[in-house]
Each structure stands twice: as C-alpha cells, then as structure tokens.
C-alpha cells in the first residue's frame, strides 16, 4: 500500500486527532484542482494560487477521512458491561460535514442520548462517531439515521435519540440565500419512541445545567 502518512497527535476531547495524507491521491487530485483554477478563470500559477491545488487537495482528504474509519469499531473499542439503566446523553457535540449535491459545509450540533442495555461506552466515543459519519459527504437526514444505526447495532441499547442542528453554506451562500436558516433532524429507537422518554431528553438537551 503506497501511502504517506503525516500523524500529527493532540489530546482533544479525550481522544487523538490523527492527520493521514495518502500522497498519491493528493497528487491526482491537485492535477484536478488546478485545471478547475483555469476554468473558472484564474492563473494557477501566480504566486498565490501555485500551492492551492495541493492545499485543496490536503483539506478534501481531511473533510472526507471518515470513509477511512468504521464507527462500529470504534464503539466497540470501549464498551464496558455495567449495570447502569438511566439515560445517558450527550449534547453540543460539534458538527462538520459536506453536503453531497453541492460540496458546501453545513455545520452545528448533534445532541445524543442512549439507555444503556447491559453495557455503555466510553463518552469520548460518541463524538468520535459522529465526525465519521459526518466527515464523508453527506445530507443530514442520512448522517442522523447513520449515527442512530450504529449505536443501536453496536451497543443494543434500549433506545437511542439523535438530533442534529445545522446551517447549510448550499443555502446561505447560494439558491434559496437565507443567512440564518436551521435544520434540524431526529431519528429514535426503542424507549425513544415513547413521548415521556422523548420530552426527557429534549428537555435535557435545552436545558442550561451550568
């Protein structure tokens, strides 16, 4: 496997952040990037743009390195058999993802609960997982479905709660061009789908604890 990799680790949020660059591709796709530069009317050899394709390239690999990763394992990377039954939630995770029709970030907040079935799993996983999901290309309604899936399969709680909150650029910066537009998704399973359950939750993901 003819990969280059760039492994630059920082403690955040409790787990490492690790950078890979297969070069290989970086190559192909900054060949890519500086055609598109001449296209649209620019010179990409002046002395501004002669790295960009490159750079371009670096970010749409970081952007899109969750097709790297199985979420699945790292859930199971740290479960823990504990006897624990109570909701379990985890909110304000942050969110960065690429909508698949226009290559545009939309960007805001995931907030996810579980209701543990036998075992939980480390916190820091839960965030993990959803920047997988979020760093392919995506649409919110499929990346909320994802998150929801792989924590039911892999944990088999008695129920899971994804919401996520977002602005689109595909809205604000083009078509529809409205700056202050939110989406927002849910997905449920199990005890979720009862309304006394789900009203917890939503009052906890609302509620100003600090």
Known sequence: MNKTQKFTEEEENGYIKIDRYNQGKIDTLATHY??????????????????????????????????????????????????????????????FSMCEHHM?????????????NGHIVGLSKIPRVVDTFARRLQVQERLTNEIRD?????????????VIECKHLCMSMRGIQKQNSVTTTSAFTGEFAKEKTRAEFL????????
């Open 34 to 95: 500086k055609d598109i530069l001449l296209q649209i009317g620019e010179n990409p050899d002046r002395e501004g743009l002669q790295k960009t394709p490159e750079r371009v390239a670096k970010a749409l690999q970081f952007l899109t390195h969750g097709y790297d990763a199985d979420p699945e394992e790292i859930l199971r990377s740290a479960m823990f058999k504990e006897d624990y039954s109570q909701m379990v939630v985890v909110k304000d995770i942050e969110v």
């Open 104 to 116: 545009l970030p939309f960007f805001g907040k995931a907030h996810i609960a579980y209701i543990p």
């Open 150 to 162: 792989c924590i039911q399969k892999t944990l088999n709680p008695a129920g899971v709660a994804v």
């Open 203 to 210: 009052r906890l993901i609302t509620a100003n604890l600090h």
